[in-house]
């Protein structure tokens, strides 16, 4: 069993930043990839960014040069620095964790940017 556990959300303004952790605990494997997603109500859950074991990133159109995903191996913990935020990056976001069985998911935080 992998838990994961998510911090960071919040209220931001138009243009301002919040970072996201996601903490990975549990029986987790030597690889492995994760990533954020994000959902607002009545629509899917998206994809935001993912990063694999080995720091290959990939971002979904929408904040590719505004978002950053990272992670650290060591604290199996993954990042998500959100910078030049507009109301439409406004859902709960969720973490991801990709393993070799089933994906495990976050809890979700809460992110709302308005002025």
């Given at each position: 069993?992998?838990?994961?556990?998510?911090s960071?959300g919040?209220?931001?303004?138009?243009?301002?930043s919040?970072?996201?952790?996601?903490a990975?605990?549990?029986?987790?494997f030597?690889?492995?990839?994760?990533?954020?997603?994000?959902?607002t109500?009545?629509?899917q859950?998206?994809?935001?960014?993912?990063?694999?074991?080995?720091?290959?990133?990939?971002?979904?159109d929408?904040?590719?040069?505004?978002?950053?995903?990272?992670?650290?191996?060591?604290?199996n913990?993954?990042?998500?620095?959100?910078?030049?935020?507009?109301?439409?990056?406004?859902a709960?976001?969720?973490?991801?964790?990709?393993?070799?069985?089933?994906?495990v998911?976050?809890?979700?935080?809460?992110?709302?940017?308005?002025?």
């Amino acid at each position: 069993q992998v838990q994961l556990v998510e911090s960071g959300g919040g209220l931001v303004q138009p243009g301002g930043s919040l970072r996201l952790s996601c903490a990975a605990s549990g029986n987790i494997f030597t690889v492995y990839r994760m990533g954020w997603y994000r959902q607002t109500p009545g629509k899917q859950r998206e994809l935001v960014a993912i990063i694999s074991n080995g720091g290959v990133t990939h971002y979904t159109d929408s904040v590719k040069g505004r978002f950053t995903i990272s992670r650290d191996n060591a604290k199996n913990t993954v990042y998500l620095q959100m910078t030049s935020m507009k109301p439409e990056d406004t859902a709960v976001y969720y973490c991801n964790y990709k393993g070799l069985g089933p994906d495990v998911w976050g809890q979700g935080t809460q992110v709302t940017v308005s002025s």
